[in-house]
């Protein structure tokens, strides 16, 4: 996923700044033919355009997601309620299609469309996936996830056909359950392979760099950016409540627990294995829930417990085999 900040601070609902307790995220799309994100931004960033505004633009040439609003502003996208609890993200349009009447367009390239559509789609999957783990959000809940035509059903938004419009006109298969699962899905592989440690990540860059951060968003924390991946693991084990990022913001390693909780951990200890029946058990930095969330979950699956350790919010707390941190072990079964 490649996330750019690209935030108006000059549109009106920006300088508002009115903020909201994060319930759920509506999926848009522009609703016409434009598949550039930056002319978008562009226009909106503009003291005189108090139409609307948004959270965030994927765009459809390369799949790039743009953020145009921090998470938690009050967005103007719905048209309804639910500004007041969603986030709404924008998904960009083919430059190949030409609407005729509503949501009605004809297309000149079926096969380009279909390309910008996917990744699009793709795209938005990732950022979803990021953003339930972000709010703690179930994304097959009821209400958690919807599209503007979805909201307008409900009675939350404004009478619009997107993104469901776009998917059916050009045959895709791409439907809003389908959608939901998708990031289910997403969110569950990424805590797979955290705790089986099968992510893969070069040792050295030739470009970019690691970022050691407390979170991908927060860039003001940052500690340093490193060619080599084993300096910058250093540094996050160096500081608690550091992680190491890739240059599209996904984490590359997370420390447990501070170097203070090593004490906990004796060498007689032997591994067991746990089954977890709910996708959204938090990961935690150490063993107690006054330990902050390290914003991973672990999903439903099969975990190795190396450690435990008494701590506060549950009798026993486990460390993760893969490093990516603690989980209660009230709500894991012993196999």
Same mark, same amino acid.
């Given at each position: 996923?490649?996330?750019?900040?690209?935030?108006?601070?000059?549109?009106?609902?920006?300088?508002?700044?009115?903020?909201?307790?994060?319930?759920?995220?509506?999926?848009?799309?522009?609703?016409?033919?434009?598949?550039?994100?930056?002319?978008?931004?562009?226009?909106?960033?503009?003291?005189?355009?108090?139409?609307?505004?948004?959270?965030?633009?994927?765009?459809?040439?390369?799949? +790039? /997601?743009?953020? &145009?609003? !921090?998470?938690?502003?009050?967005?103007?996208?719905?048209?309804?309620?639910?500004?007041?609890?969603?986030?709404?993200?924008?998904?960009?349009?083919?430059?190949?299609?030409?609407?005729?009447?509503?949501? &009605?367009?004809?297309?000149?390239?079926?096969?380009?469309?279909?390309?910008?559509?996917?990744?699009?789609? #793709?795209?938005?999957?990732?950022?979803?996936?990021?953003?339930?783990?972000?709010?703690?959000?179930?994304?097959?809940?009821?209400?958690?996830?919807?599209?503007?035509?979805?909201?307008?059903?409900?009675?939350?938004?404004? =009478?619009?056909?997107? !993104?469901?419009?776009?998917?059916?006109?050009?045959?895709?298969?791409?439907?809003?359950?389908?959608?939901?699962?998708?990031?289910?899905?997403?969110?569950?592989? #990424?805590?797979?392979?955290?705790?089986?440690?099968?992510?893969?990540?070069?040792?050295?860059?030739?470009?970019?760099?690691?970022?050691?951060?407390?979170?991908?968003?927060?860039?003001?924390?940052?500690?340093?950016?490193?060619?080599?991946? %084993?300096?910058?693991?250093?540094?996050?084990?160096?500081?608690?409540?550091?992680?190491?990022?890739?240059?599209?913001? =996904?984490?590359?390693?997370? !420390?447990?627990?501070?170097? +203070? #909780?090593?004490?906990?951990?004796?060498?007689?200890?032997?591994?067991?294995?746990?089954? /977890?029946?709910?996708?959204?058990?938090?990961?935690?930095?150490?063993?107690? &829930? =006054?330990?902050?969330? +390290?914003?991973?979950?672990?999903?439903?699956?099969?975990?190795?417990? /190396? %450690?435990?350790?008494?701590?506060?919010?549950?009798?026993?707390?486990?460390?993760?085999?893969?490093?990516?941190?603690?989980?209660?072990?009230?709500?894991?079964?012993? /196999?």
């Amino acid at each position: 996923m490649k996330l750019v900040k690209s935030i108006l601070t000059k549109n009106p609902c920006y300088t508002a700044g009115k903020k909201i307790t994060v319930k759920g995220l509506m999926l848009h799309s522009v609703g016409c033919p434009q598949p550039n994100a930056a002319v978008f931004i562009k226009n909106w960033n503009s003291e005189s355009y108090d139409r609307a505004c948004v959270h965030g633009f994927i765009d459809g040439n390369d799949g +790039t /997601i743009y953020q &145009t609003l !921090p998470w938690n502003h009050r967005g103007w996208h719905g048209g309804g309620s639910s500004n007041n609890t969603h986030i709404g993200v924008e998904m960009c349009e083919p430059a190949c299609i030409k609407y005729t009447s509503g949501a &009605t367009f004809t297309c000149s390239d079926t096969a380009t469309a279909k390309a910008v559509a996917k990744r699009t789609y #793709e795209a938005a999957v990732e950022l979803f996936a990021y953003l339930c783990k972000e709010y703690n959000l179930d994304p097959t809940a009821d209400g958690v996830i919807v599209s503007h035509a979805e909201g307008y059903k409900r009675g939350i938004a404004s =009478n619009h056909g997107d !993104p469901e419009h776009l998917w059916n006109q050009l045959n895709t298969g791409y439907t809003m359950d389908g959608f939901r699962k998708a990031v289910k899905a997403a969110m569950r592989t #990424e805590a797979a392979q955290l705790e089986s440690g099968t992510t893969s990540y070069p040792e050295k860059l030739t470009s970019g760099y690691y970022r050691v951060r407390k979170t991908w968003t927060d860039s003001k924390s940052q500690l340093g950016a490193y060619r080599v991946l %084993a300096n910058a693991k250093a540094k996050a084990e160096e500081n608690t409540g550091y992680s190491v990022f890739d240059n599209d913001g =996904n984490v590359v390693y997370a !420390p447990s627990a501070a170097k +203070t #909780e090593a004490s906990t951990e004796t060498t007689a200890f032997e591994p067991y294995r746990v089954r /977890i029946s709910i996708a959204n058990l938090n990961i935690r930095k150490g063993p107690g &829930t =006054n330990y902050d969330k +390290t914003g991973q979950f672990t999903g439903v699956g099969v975990f190795t417990i /190396i %450690a435990e350790s008494d701590g506060e919010g549950a009798t026993k707390w486990g460390k993760l085999k893969s490093g990516a941190g603690w989980i209660s072990l009230d709500y894991a079964k012993i /196999i």
